[in-house]
């Protein structure tokens, strides 16, 4: 007898060996036994992937004769539809995007030709060809735990071994600084001079007594630290109607601030007596550089205290480890000294990590975790709170009551017991974090529950563990478009790609295997939007040499183009000409020719689909045994010429279903074919029962669905609910 088992979607993406027959999960029959260079869209169905275009060779970054052995590829997100990384290497920091390297002269690799750094290792060409970079002090050892976190156009760079430091985007360049957290943005200003006021009459005998006073330049709500104390004898009793007159200058800062504090000690310790407020008062003109205050026997506010001065991560052993953004804070953790302990910059001011003796809300703030096991912090992430994952657990930073964090509301609260991976770093994806075990292989999604007012955590690789088991996890990002996907680079070179949507219960894997034999060595996303698609980068290596390779954009032939699915292109087009020795452009690079007089220049791969093998619901009453599959009908959208067999065939039983692109009448855009195919297979007593579909062509492919006819028995099914059984 015939059975048709058809299937929908595949949602449950590549699944483990292990879970080959669990018919009884949900997400068995939306489940492939093999993905590779297919990727699942958010709506269910199956895609070739688009392939990428390389955009830079790094062959000659370091020039001459030397090259990059480890780089390190961090975004940097500029504006949403602008986007750059900073690729570092040997202690250089180059910037790259979707135009290549940039070079000294400003222009990028990418305007040249064969997008090679040619002009780097000669010196006729000038600075034309060469990139452009700063120094950074980084060993190629240690890029693997550099964190990073971006606030506007500054990316901070945290590392234990070294001083806490940004990358600042200028100009079509970058500026490298260190970061001194000893000074505040505002130099101290003055007390010039103290002073009797005219008509003061202060005694001329009697006891004496000595008071001092300090001030700071307060402007865009940012207060410097004090001046020096200025000491002033007077003696006793001070009159009724006597008042000192205290003069400050702005010192060194190129303008008047906002408004002066004055401060005042009698005894042991400063408080506030009034402030110069150069905007209402109208003290002075706009030109000068002096004000003053009149002291008429106030008594301090000893609630209100100048900022104290403090060296803050200034020398090995207080580097921090991890940096994060977080309530106008910005967050540093996980020094050498303090591998547990974090600190917290003053609201609105970034470097500011000073505090005053009567400490206020907005003040810094520094606490440690009382971790029993494994404290030291590896990251932080900016969520509803401020998570910090640690090498065997996860902590929640959060404001104890209300909604501001102080020093006053700050409390850690332990949320996990599962530790991350200090080289892989955490990220957002809508509502949740995803990160990466310890072991490199598992990533988790945690997220926040209302019901049980904490964080709970779920295992995104338990279904596909093949794919990373022995296999870890090198580097990831996220591409929100067009289809929620988390790219992995794994340790043998190829990569793994996750598609996520949690409201829709899409969790899906697959692996990718990069054309031409290169291998994946980091990935990153700049986030920005190119053709309605999240910006994503390939660093790539073959035989020692490096290129970055960027993810192509959705489908061209959505906008009229041509589209071929190949890794690596440098030229497609259809008036593209092989060289005198009919060899394409990229000598490098295999030469496809795909007929239609379209040449193409780049590194075909095959994608590949392998089923699940088709098992009956165990609460089925009737079971059947396969004794072979039949035929296959396939939903095809926007597709081309691919085969299909029984899975453990020989290749020689491939059925071609032939779906041949056409030309346009300009002979430049291409009609891809939307329709059913149903194909007749070959082969006796295939009993595995799975559909094998493979697609090596260079034009898009998408599945829709796949019903496949079988020859069935009826197995030996146990009696129904009230039948005898015969036996």
């Known amino acids: 007898m015939l059975w048709k088992n058809t299937q929908h979607s595949w949602k449950g993406g590549q699944f483990d060996r292990a879970l080959m027959g669990r018919s009884d999960l949900a997400k068995y029959p939306e489940a492939a036994s093999v993905l590779e260079n297919f990727i699942v869209k958010r709506q269910g169905c199956i895609s070739k992937r688009r392939g990428t275009d390389e955009v830079a060779d790094l062959k000659n970054l370091l020039g001459g004769t030397v090259r990059p052995t480890k780089l390190k590829l961090i975004p940097l997100v500029y504006e949403k539809n602008e986007g750059y990384y900073i690729v570092i290497t040997q202690g250089r920091a180059f910037l790259a995007g979707k135009n290549g390297i940039r070079l000294m002269d400003g222009t990028w690799a990418h305007d040249i030709a064969p997008y090679t750094l040619t002009n780097y290792s000669g010196t006729s060409a000038g600075n034309s060809g060469k990139p452009y970079y700063v120094a950074v002090p980084y060993a190629d050892s240690d890029l693997d735990e550099l964190d990073y976190t971006q606030s506007g156009d500054v990316v901070f760079l945290a590392h234990r071994n070294y001083p806490f430091a940004s990358l600042e985007y200028v100009s079509g360049g970058l500026k490298y600084t260190v970061r001194n957290f000893s000074n505040n943005k505002w130099s101290p200003p003055v007390v010039t001079k103290v002073a009797a006021a005219s008509g003061s009459d202060f005694p001329t005998e009697g006891a004496q007594k000595t008071v001092h006073y300090c001030c700071t330049y307060v402007k865009d709500g940012i207060e410097s630290l004090p001046s020096p104390a200025y000491a002033y004898k007077y003696r006793l009793p001070w009159p009724q109607s006597a008042a000192l007159v205290i003069t400050v200058s702005r010192g060194s800062n190129a303008e008047e601030p906002d408004y002066y504090n004055i401060y005042k000690k009698e005894s ?4 506030i007596i009034g402030t110069i407020n150069l905007k209402l008062d109208g003290k002075v003109s706009s030109s000068s550089t002096t004000n003053t205050y009149e002291d008429e026997y106030i008594t301090p506010d000893m609630s209100i205290t100048p900022p104290s001065s403090k ?11 991890c940096a994060a ?5 910005l967050c540093l953790a996980g020094s050498g000294n303090e591998p547990n302990g974090f600190w917290m910059s003053c609201i609105g001011d970034l470097y500011n990590f000073n505090v005053h003796s009567s400490i206020r809300e907005s003040d810094a703030i520094s606490a440690q975790i009382a971790a029993t096991e494994f404290p030291r912090i590896n990251h932080m992430v900016m969520t509803k709170s401020l998570l910090l994952f640690c090498d065997g657990a996860e902590w929640e930073v959060a404001p104890s009551t209300g909604t501001a964090l102080s020093y006053k509301t700050v409390s ?3 949320q996990s017991w599962i530790g991350c991976m200090k080289s892989l770093k955490p990220f957002t994806v809508g509502d949740e974090i995803l990160f990466v075990e310890a072991n490199g292989q598992t990533i ?8 049980s007012d904490g964080y709970e955590s779920t295992d995104l690789s338990v279904l596909s563990q093949d794919i990373t088991r022995g296999n870890p996890i090198t580097q990831m990002a996220y591409q929100q478009n067009p289809d929620s996907l988390v790219w992995c680079t794994l340790q043998d070179g190829t990569v793994a790609v996750l598609v996520y949507m949690k409201e829709h219960e899409m969790v899906a894997w697959g692996r990718q295997v990069l054309g031409g034999g290169f291998r994946a060595r980091g990935v990153a996303s700049s986030k920005a939007l190119y053709n309605g698609t999240t910006d994503v980068m390939l660093l790539v290596e073959r035989g020692g040499d490096y290129r970055l390779w960027r993810v192509r954009d959705e489908d061209a032939t959505e906008r009229g183009e041509i ?3 190949m890794d690596g292109i440098r030229y497609w087009d259809t ?3 092989p060289d005198a020795q009919g060899e394409p452009p990229d000598g490098d690079a295999e030469h496809v020719f795909c007929g239609y007089d379209i040449e193409a220049t780049g590194h075909p791969f095959t994608a590949r689909m392998v089923t ?3 098992e009956s619901d165990p609460k089925e009453t009737v079971r059947y045994e396969i004794q072979n599959a039949t035929e296959v009908e396939l939903a095809v959208l926007d597709g081309s010429t691919f085969r299909v067999r029984s899975f453990g065939l020989d290749p020689k039983y491939d059925r071609k279903v032939e779906l041949e692109p056409e030309l346009t009448a300009e002979g430049r855009h291409i009609a891809l074919k939307t329709e059913d195919a149903r194909k007749t297979l070959y082969g006796a007593n295939n009993r595995d029962g799975r559909i094998e579909l493979t697609h090596d062509g260079v034009w898009p492919l998408t599945i829709l669905t796949m019903t496949t006819t079988y020859q069935v028995e009826l197995a030996n099914n146990p009696p129904k609910e009230g039948q005898q059984d015969e036996n």
Not at 268 to 271: E, I, N
Not at 311 to 321: A, I, L, Q, T, V
């Open 311 to 321: 060296e803050h991560f200034s020398k090995s052993g207080e580097y921090p480890g």
């Open 575 to 577: 008036c593209t000409e």
């Open 412 to 414: 850690a609260k332990m």
């Open 268 to 271: 042991t310790d400063f408080g």
């Open 444 to 451: 988790r999604a945690i997220r926040y529950n209302f019901v």
């Open 563 to 565: 589209q071929v699915t």
């Open 612 to 614: 699940v093998r088709p």
């Open 325 to 329: 953004i977080y309530q106008q804070r």
